[in-house]
C-alpha cells in the first residue's frame, strides 16, 4: 500500500462523518420548517396566547387590552416571528435526538451513561426557565413599565381661561415590539437556566471544579450583574430578579459540581487508584506546614 493509498483510507471516515452531519443537519432543518408551518397555520391563537401576561395587567387596571400594527408589513413579521419560536420549540426534541444519533456511536458506555442526562436535563432546564420568564417575570415587567401612564380628567371642557385638563399618556403598544421584548424574555431566561447543566458537565469533563468555582465567586457576581444589565430591560425589579435567579443556579451548580467530584473519588478509591494511607500522611505533613 502506497502513502497515497494510506491518505486516503484515512480521510474515509472523515468524509462519511461529514456526510452523516449533513444528513442529520437536512433532518433538523426540515423538521424545523415543518414546526414553522404548523405554528404558521395557528400564529393568531398562539400570538394571544403570548399576551396574556400584558391583557392580565391592562386588566387589573381597568384598561382595554390591543396591541396596534404601526406598518402594512407588521403583521405578517408577527406571524413569522410566532412561527420561528413555535417551530424551534416544536423541532427542539427531533434536534436533540439527531445530535445524539451523531454523537453516540463515538462515544463508550460509561460515557454515554454520563452524557445521556444532560440531554434530557437540557430541554427541561430551558422549559424552566422559559416558563419563569413568561409567568413570573414577564408580568412583573409589564406592571412597571404601566405604571407611567397619565391619566387625565376625562369629560372636562375646556372652556376660554380656564386650566387645561391633564395630559392622558395611555399604553398603545405595537404588536411587534410587544413580541420582541416577550422572546427576548424567554430566551434569555431559558439560556440563563443552562447554567447548571453546563457548569456540571464540565465539572464531570475536569474543565471546572467547585474550589475554583467558589474561588471566583466576586467574579461571578459581577460578570451576572452585566448580564442582568444587558438581556433585562431597565427596570430594577427584572434585574434584580434575573440576578437571583442566575446567582441561584450558580450556588447550585457549585453544589451538583462537588458531587460530581465525590463520585469520581469514590470511583477511584474502588478502582484502587487512592491510597488512603498515604493521602493521610499528606494531609498531617500539609497540617505541620501550615502551623
Known amino acids: ?41 395557528v400564529a393568531t391563537p398562539l400570538f394571544n396566547f403570548l399576551t396574556n401576561p400584558l391583557c392580565e395587567v391592562l386588566a387589573e387596571r381597568g384598561q382595554d387590552c390591543g396591541l396596534i400594527f404601526i406598518s402594512p408589513q407588521e403583521g405578517f413579521f408577527v406571524a413569522i416571528k410566532v412561527s420561528l419560536l413555535g417551530g424551534f420549540i ?47 417575570v414577564t408580568p412583573l415587567a409589564y406592571d412597571f413599565f404601566l405604571g407611567f401612564q397619565q391619566f387625565g380628567a376625562e369629560g372636562e371642557a375646556v372652556t376660554e381661561g380656564a386650566t387645561a385638563a391633564p395630559l392622558s ?29 453546563l457548569l456540571t458537565l464540565m465539572g464531570k469533563a475536569g474543565l471546572v471544579t467547585a474550589e475554583g468555582l467558589g474561588s471566583v465567586r466576586k467574579y461571578a457576581v459581577v460578570a451576572i450583574l452585566v448580564l442582568a444589565a444587558l438581556v433585562t430591560p431597565p427596570d430594577v425589579i427584572t434585574q434584580v430578579i434575573l440576578f437571583v435567579v442566575v446567582y441561584g443556579l450558580y450556588e447550585i451548580s457549585i453544589f451538583l459540581v462537588a458531587r460530581v467530584e465525590k463520585k469520581r473519588e469514590e470511583q477511584l478509591r474502588a478502582d484502587g487508584y487512592y491510597d488512603d494511607e498515604e493521602e493521610a500522611d499528606e494531609e498531617i505533613i500539609q497540617e505541620e506546614e501550615g502551623k
Request: hydrophobic share 55%; glycine share 6%; with cysteine.
Open 1 to 41: 500500500m502506497t502513502k497515497t493509498d494510506e491518505i486516503e483510507d484515512s480521510s474515509a471516515p472523515l468524509i462519511e462523518h461529514l456526510a452523516e452531519l449533513r444528513t442529520r443537519l437536512i433532518h433538523c432543518v426540515v423538521a424545523f420548517l415543518i414546526g414553522m408551518i404548523i405554528c404558521f397555520t
Open 90 to 136: 416544536l423541532a427542539f426534541p427531533y434536534i436533540g435526538m439527531q445530535m445524539w444519533r451523531f454523537v453516540a456511536p463515538g462515544l463508550y458506555r460509561s460515557e454515554k451513561n454520563a452524557f445521556l442526562p444532560f440531554m434530557i436535563a437540557s430541554p427541561f432546564m430551558f422549559l424552566l426557565g422559559a416558563s419563569f420568564a413568561f409567568y413570573v
Open 169 to 197: 399618556v395611555v399604553f398603545q403598544g405595537s404588536a411587534q415590539e410587544y413580541l420582541n421584548l416577550t422572546i427576548k424574555f424567554i430566551v434569555a431566561f431559558g439560556l440563563c437556566f443552562q447554567l447548571p447543566v
